[in-house]
């Protein structure tokens, strides 16, 4: 089963509300966090919805909470109360082999609404800080992707992977 054979049973609800402004990003968040914690979200979890609470949210102030936004605000954190907690996945390599493909997920069950309201809080907050939209921001912890060539990476990727 996929996330989209619950559409209709399970949030099809939460996203009409979203798309015309009757929710706000962290009730949505908490209801998709919900639906998951009861096991009704199958290969959906906080990188995904939050994608769409992003896409979905008409002002797009729901930030996207996926391994790399979510690694590099962790880095840049010093409270590790509102950091994200992260699982791990090993792409055909051997566990703790980071320098070759160790990459995560965002755990679906321990980040709660209020793991998320504190990655949006902390990403405004340094979005103000570095005088540009929030948006712009979390592209910049987004960063370029770490396919391909280590030479297209960007240095803020090189960095996230060394150090988160």
């Known amino acids: 089963m996929n996330a989209f054979a619950t559409y209709t049973d399970c949030w099809e609800k939460i996203a009409l509300q979203m798309t015309q402004g ?3 990003r962290f ?5 998709f966090h919900e639906l998951h914690l009861q096991d009704k979200l199958a290969g959906m979890g906080p990188a995904y919805y939050t ?5 979905l949210e008409p002002t797009h102030s729901g ?9 590099s605000m962790n880095l840049l954190r010093n409270e590790d109360a509102s950091k994200i907690r992260l699982l791990p996945v090993f792409k055909g390599r051997p566990a703790g082999d980071a ?28 979005a ?3 005088g540009i939209p929030a948006s ?29």
């Open 51 to 55: 994608k769409l609470i992003f896409f």
């Open 27 to 31: 009730d949505a968040y908490h209801a």
């Open 128 to 130: 103000n800080e570095l």
């Open 99 to 126: 320098a070759h493909g160790l990459n995560y997920y965002v755990d679906p069950k321990r980040n709660s609404v209020n793991i998320y309201k504190a990655f949006c809080d902390d990403l405004e907050q340094l």
């Open 22 to 24: 009757k929710i706000s």
């Open 63 to 71: 930030y996207i909470m996926d391994q790399w936004t979510a690694r």
């Open 136 to 164: 712009s921001t979390e592209v910049l912890l987004f960063s370029n992707g770490d396919k391909g060539k280590k030479k297209d990476r960007s240095r803020w990727r090189e960095y996230v992977l060394e150090h988160g």
